[in-house]
């Protein structure tokens, strides 16, 4: 492939170099003369678009550094200000003015000239934005993003205390993987007890954003959340409908895996009953794939340049720019993320390494969404690379699949390779019913408005019994499992966007397959859809990698038995 990581920050033609954005009154103008323009021709419509594009991407990009910044260190007061103020000051007044320059766009009597094969998703999307926008939600939609960060900062500062030492939760993780029962067991209900100890605080938070979020939809103009959450999303392609048809799908053909796995933890552990801190455990000795995270960075571009040197020297560029930062600390949100800069080009990946095995799945993961930002970045419009999520997390999860025959940078030893390799497929098995699990719940979250913070335990609590297996001893845990939905941050911060892993993981092992038949063939086709951002339909970014956007019951049972089979050659 010919590609390369040597992407430049655009240049500004609008906005003059080295504006920054320190508050309303001195972005406001710009806003005003895209909106007081008079555009006489269809070359200077193209203009003007590109003009919107720049601020488009001076503005996002500083609120996405805000937010970053803020996820780093979330006990600094200053940062945290910082990022609340663009959310109740700069983005309520800006609002407006982006409600108005849609309704100019669509508009104008140049439209009709656009290409349609690559300007129809823009404006199916403005069309949608327009549908959307209500003057009353502007002060409602401040508020959910300053509370939304809340989750963060509620759950970075958790820590407990093992053998004397005081750990991240992600770092006192590595004890379930211990070999020692009685450790595994202390680290989890260590863990646990530290979760519920802010039960009550995440509570509070989320019952305050589920009566903005409700309000926000009936400000809107529709009968309930769910909908305006769809059509928020842009979910064009498939509608609640398909979400409960996968739902059922995961139940009738995953599930029932789950116990086959399970089963074999038992008889490998030799234990006559498996409990939840035997979850992660192996025989022997725990993988131990990395130790300081630069040590995890150097591994994983040696591990993605087996596919194609592009994909490392992406995350080389990243690391020359500064734009990582994978070590778990006390005071640092959880989770990982990837963050495109769409005026700078050059992402930020975000993360919580701490030794284990999931910390390389993680990397290599985020490695995809950023090869993906990468790949984008030449896209003319900043628009054009808003791309779906349900093919961003493709990006992500294909590399994970694609890179497992080289994880032996991370693992000499042959049977720790085939090891980590087990585990990740057995992972993606166990990780479709969680999924199905979450989004089942969020459904019933806000389509039962009324319900009591001990109802939604207990709705969640019976969600998750369906997508869970017999084959694990719960007994005297219920609250730790009522609990379980808290630690899913999806819930507080992006609402609704959970399915998309599953939608994704489905088209990510086709990608597989694709990659096990023909390799250079599968490459192509990756960064070929990777490469059209959201210019094209999901159908249509789907079928350019190769896939068809199906993710009905019979898919899914065809793509699982793959894996399946995959598994069993590893047995």
Known sequence: MKYSADIQKIKRTFIPEGFIISNWQN??????SLLSRKINSESEFLNWLSDLSELEAVVNEDACLRQIKSSCDTE?????????FYCTDIQPQMQPYVNEINKKFLNSPFLGSLDKNLYGTLIRNTRKNIDLFNEKNIAVQ??????????????????????????????????????????????YFKINECRLSVKNELNILFNKLLQLRNEEAKNAG?????SYRYKELGRFDYSENESYKFHDAIKQYVVPLLSKIYLRKKKKLGIDQLRPWDLDADTGEPLRPFGEAAELLEKTICCVNHLDTFFGDCLTRMQQDNKLD???????????????????????????????????TTLIHEAGHAVHSFLAHHLKL??????????????????????????????????????????????????????????KFQHWIYLNSGHTDE????????????????????????????????KQLHIFEVPFYYIEYGIAQLGAIGIWKQYKENPESALSNYCNAL????????????????????????????LIEFVSSELDKML
């Open 455 to 486: 109802q939604r335990d207990e709705a969640w609590l019976s969600i998750l019994k369906e997508f869970s297996s017999e084959e694990i001893d719960y007994t005297g845990l219920e609250e730790y499992r009522k609990n379980q939905w808290r």
């Open 142 to 187: 401040s508020e959910i993003s300053v509370l939304q960060q809340e989750f963060g900062r509620i759950t970075g500062r958790l820590t407990v205390n093992i053998d004397g030492e005081e750990l991240t939760l992600q770092q006192a993780g590595k004890f379930l993987l211990s070999s020692d029962r009685e450790k595994r067991k202390e680290a």
């Open 531 to 558: 490469k059209l951002g959201g210019t094209k339909t999901l159908p249509e970014l789907y079928k350019t990698a190769g896939l068809e956007f199906d993710f009905s019951p019979q898919k899914v049972k065809t």
């Open 76 to 84: 600094n007061k200053e940062l945290e200000e910082a990022y609340n």
């Open 27 to 32: 972005v406001e103008p710009f806003f005003k």
């Open 222 to 226: 529709f009968e309930n959340y769910v």
């Open 382 to 439: 900043t628009s054009f690379k808003e791309y779906p999520m349900e093919i961003a997390e493709v990006a992500s999860m294909s590399m994970e699949l694609m890179t497992m025959d080289y994880w032996n940078t991370f693992y000499k030893n042959e049977s720790d390779l085939k090891k980590a390799k087990t585990k990740h497929l057995e992972e993606i098995i166990l990780l479709l019913p969680w999924i199905a699990a979450v989004d």
């Open 326 to 360: 994978l070590a778990s600390r006390k005071g640092k949100a959880p989770g990982g993320f990837n963050c495109p800069l769409p005026e700078s080009g050059v992402p930020f990946i975000f993360m919580n390494a701490t030794g284990q095995p999931d910390d390389v």
